[in-house]
């Protein structure tokens, strides 16, 4: 047990160092970004860097847990305006899913089954694993899903808060960012003490990780934020402050970190006009389908931009109030893509392996 109890401290320091110099330099989602820098730099020049599997469960029911303590009741009913939305963004992501697939499958030596799964728009650990039971090249998925994730939580938002930054700058400042009820009301909780952060983060362990063992991809996310909304809703008495949110913000990265070998990093060769198209494809995503959520259903330029991120759920309800977002609808529709994705968009993909093959 040494070894791995070194590795993890050792882990962890570089982790945190990193994420609190990113935050100092004031880059967006700072913490989260530092540590996912700092990590796997280490990981690709020492093959040291570890953290137990169970950490990203964790930081998924702790991220749950903080979505759940910042909806109102309010909230809920907002969501029946979400339905046009929501079905434009799962709409842009199967387009962009099958383009991109194809496009890959055309451009390189990878099956098409293979092709389709590194361009779906889902979770990073589940993605391999389904597609490895569809007869895909699994390590491939692993390398192009770790590469969405990387665009989703460390340059999509630099870009959209630099694209913000220029926009604003050129006389066009941001038309919505909707300041949703729950940031509104937050500070009239009634129940802010010690004990009421042992509650949130008891019933969300106990939903995760129930919802874990549904084997359901997605639902140890969707469980924790359930269990705590019903304890917010029903009794006021659910409530974590900003530092556990920090903390669970600099783990996630340190974990993902992780992922990132040195093999995998010689992999990247191989996959380079893949992972070419794959960028262009989700940032023309994140451009066109931000701005039509936008046009169309009056969310700000930064929200729509986040709605079309590739970013996973449980890390878009770490940075947005990094970009000061105050908006829980662009979370509660991420945590509806992560849903319907894992659960429809490998059978869409074995339904056109089977009919086309290759």
């Excluded at 994420?19 to 820098?37: E, M, R, S, T």
Aim: proline share 4%.
């Amino acid at each position: 047990m040494e070894v791995p109890v070194a590795r993890l401290l050792a882990t962890l320091a570089v982790g945190v160092c990193c994420g609190l110099l990113f935050k100092k330099l004031k880059v967006p989602a700072g913490y989260l970004i530092g540590a996912f820098a700092g990590v796997a730099v280490m990981s690709v020049a020492t093959g040291l860097a570890w953290l137990p599997s169970g950490t990203r469960t964790a930081v998924q029911i702790v991220a749950g847990a903080f979505v759940g303590c910042s909806l109102e009741r309010s909230d809920l009913a907002r969501m029946r305006g979400f339905v046009k939305p929501v079905l434009l963004m799962l709409a842009s992501f199967l387009v962009l899913n099958l383009a991109l697939g194809f496009a890959i499958w055309a451009a390189s030596p990878l099956d098409l089954v293979t092709s389709l799964m590194c361009a779906v728009p889902g979770g990073i650990n589940d993605t391999p694993i389904v597609a490895a039971d569809m007869g895909a090249d699994a390590p491939a998925v692993t390398i192009m899903q770790l590469i969405r994730q990387v665009l989703g939580i460390g340059a999509f938002p630099l870009m959209i808060a630099a694209f913000d930054r220029l926009r604003t700058a050129q006389g066009h400042p941001d038309p919505g960012n909707r300041t949703s009820a729950s940031h509104a009301k937050r500070a009239k909780s009634k129940q802010r003490s010690a004990a009421s952060t042992v509650a949130a983060l008891g019933v969300a362990v106990v939903a995760g990780l129930l919802g874990k063992a549904t084997g359901i991809p997605g639902l140890t996310f969707t469980a924790s934020i359930l269990a705590v909304l019903v304890l917010k809703l029903a009794f006021d008495f659910a409530y974590l402050p900003k530092g556990v949110k920090k903390c669970c913000q600099l783990v996630a990265g340190c974990y993902l970190g992780t992922l990132l070998t040195a093999q995998g990093l010689a992999g990247l060769v191989d996959l380079a006009v893949p992972a070419l198209i794959l960028v262009a494809g989700y940032t023309a995503n994140c451009f066109g389908a931000g701005w039509l959520e936008s046009r169309l259903f009056g969310y700000g330029r930064k929200e729509g931009m986040l709605i079309a991120s590739p970013a996973g759920a449980s890390d878009m309800a770490l940075i947005i109030d990094d970009l000061n977002v105050k908006n829980t609808d662009v979370v509660i529709m991420q945590v509806v893509r992560a849903a319907v994705v894992m659960a429809l968009f490998p059978q869409v993909v074995n339904l056109i392996g089977h009919f086309i093959g290759g």
